[in-house]
């Protein structure tokens, strides 16, 4: 009994050695190519500058906010445009999504079937957002602002899925954003939203 204890404590021991080694690495190769834009920050900024603009009384005011996102939003498409160009230049299996709810080591290779790749993923959301920023004369900045903000949040978890796992990414959407991942499905435009269900399922 004592034996089994032992095989099971080691044997857990070594697949959580091997899991933090692989998210490691996944985090590394994700923060390397991450570190040559201002993706992260232009995300916050374009959150924090909607905010605003939803909160201002004032109606002439309020339009000045939103007009001052739109070079914000055209940077930020130009730069995941090229951040996805250059993930696309990796090879695929460094770059593989397993669609398990929990993260397990190397499950990519060994459930290939039960995955999808990154550059696809992120080609999808790079598209929904380029689509969005673009539909300022269709659509009320409102409106605009609120289904830009939930392509964004998509994107945002996507990484972390692949960084960790889909378990773990929602739960950090609920916590910094109180949204689930259904309700970000529910908010993106019908073009992302299919792409996405096609490519990683519901």
């Given at each position: 009994?004592?034996?089994?204890?032992?095989?099971?404590?080691?044997?857990s021991?070594?697949?959580?050695?091997?899991?933090?080694?692989d998210?490691?690495?996944?985090?590394a190769l994700?923060?390397?190519?991450?570190?040559?834009?201002?993706?992260?920050?232009?995300?916050?900024?374009?959150?924090?500058?909607?905010?605003?603009?939803?909160?201002?009384?004032?109606?002439?005011?309020r339009?000045?906010?939103?007009?001052?996102?739109?070079?914000?939003?055209?940077?930020?498409?130009?730069?995941?445009g090229?951040?996805?160009?250059g993930?696309?230049?990796?090879?695929?299996?460094?770059?593989?999504v397993?669609?398990?709810?929990?993260?397990?080591?190397?499950?990519?290779?060994?459930?290939?079937?039960?995955?999808?790749?990154?550059?696809?993923?992120?080609?999808?959301?790079?598209?929904?957002v380029?689509?969005?920023?673009?539909s300022?004369?269709?659509?009320?900045?409102?409106?605009?602002a609120?289904?830009?903000?939930?392509?964004?949040?998509?994107l945002?978890?996507?990484?972390?899925?692949?960084?960790?796992?889909?378990?773990?990414?929602?739960?950090?959407?609920?916590?910094?954003?109180?949204?689930?991942?259904?309700?970000?499905?529910?908010?993106?435009?019908?073009e992302?939203?299919?792409?996405?269900?096609?490519?990683?399922?519901?």
């Amino acid at each position: 009994m004592e034996l089994i204890v032992l095989l099971v404590l080691m044997t857990s021991l070594g697949l959580y050695m091997l899991n933090a080694r692989d998210q490691r690495r996944r985090i590394a190769l994700l923060a390397s190519h991450l570190g040559k834009y201002q993706i992260e920050k232009l995300m916050e900024g374009l959150t924090e500058g909607y905010m605003r603009a939803l909160s201002e009384q004032d109606p002439e005011r309020r339009t000045q906010i939103w007009n001052l996102q739109s070079p914000s939003e055209q940077a930020l498409c130009e730069q995941l445009g090229r951040f996805v160009a250059g993930l696309a230049t990796l090879d695929a299996d460094q770059l593989r999504v397993s669609k398990l709810p929990w993260s397990l080591p190397y499950a990519w290779k060994l459930f290939p079937g039960s995955t999808f790749d990154l550059r696809q993923a992120l080609a999808i959301h790079a598209a929904g957002v380029s689509r969005s920023a673009k539909s300022g004369m269709d659509r009320s900045p409102r409106k605009r602002a609120f289904t830009l903000s939930a392509e964004l949040f998509l994107l945002q978890h996507t990484c972390h899925w692949y960084c960790r796992s889909r378990t773990v990414a929602s739960a950090r959407m609920l916590v910094r954003h109180r949204t689930s991942h259904a309700q970000l499905l529910d908010a993106v435009a019908p073009e992302t939203r299919q792409a996405y269900l096609e490519l990683a399922g519901p």
